[in-house]
Nanobody, 117 residues
Framework: QVQLVESGGGLVQPGGSLRLSCAAS????????MGWYRQAPGKQRELVAA???????NYADSVKGRFSISGDNAKNTVYLQMNSLKPEDTAVYYC???????????WGQGTQVTVSS
C-alpha cells in the first residue's frame, strides 16, 4: 500500500520560511492533482494549495503571494514553499495526492508547523 511521507515541518519565527516535502513510498499512477491542507486546533481542515497535473495552481486567499506549491508527477512528490510565515499559519499540514485510476486519495500523516517568537 502506498504511503505519503511528509517532512520539513518545525518551529520558525514570524517572517521566516519553511519548505515542506511529501513523497510517495511507491508509484501512483494517473495522478490528477496534488495538494496541501492544514488543520489548526479547534478548526476544520482547509485547503492551502493545490496543483493539477497540467500545472495549474490554486491557493487559499490567506497564503497567496507567500506560499508556492510545486510537484513532480513522475517522482510522486509535492512541495510547499512557505515564506513570510505568520503565527496564524500554525497548524498540522497534510499532503494529498489524488489519482483517477483507480480513484484514490492518498493522505500523509501530517507535519507540525509552528510559527512563534
Amino acid at each position: 500500500q502506498v504511503q505519503l511521507v511528509e517532512s520539513g515541518g518545525g518551529l520558525v519565527q514570524p517572517g521566516g520560511s519553511l519548505r515542506l516535502s511529501c513523497a510517495a513510498s511507491g508509484t501512483i499512477f494517473s495522478i490528477y492533482a496534488m495538494g496541501w491542507y492544514r488543520q489548526a486546533p479547534g478548526k476544520q481542515r482547509e485547503l492551502v494549495a493545490a496543483i493539477a497535473s497540467g500545472g495549474s495552481t490554486n491557493y487559499a486567499d490567506s497564503v497567496k503571494g507567500r506560499f508556492s506549491i510545486s510537484g513532480d508527477n513522475a517522482k510522486n512528490t509535492v512541495y510547499l514553499q512557505m515564506n513570510s510565515l505568520k503565527p496564524e499559519d500554525t497548524a498540522v499540514y497534510y499532503c494529498r495526492i489524488s489519482a483517477t485510476w483507480p480513484r484514490v486519495d492518498y493522505w500523509g500523516q501530517g507535519t507540525q508547523v509552528t510559527v512563534s517568537s
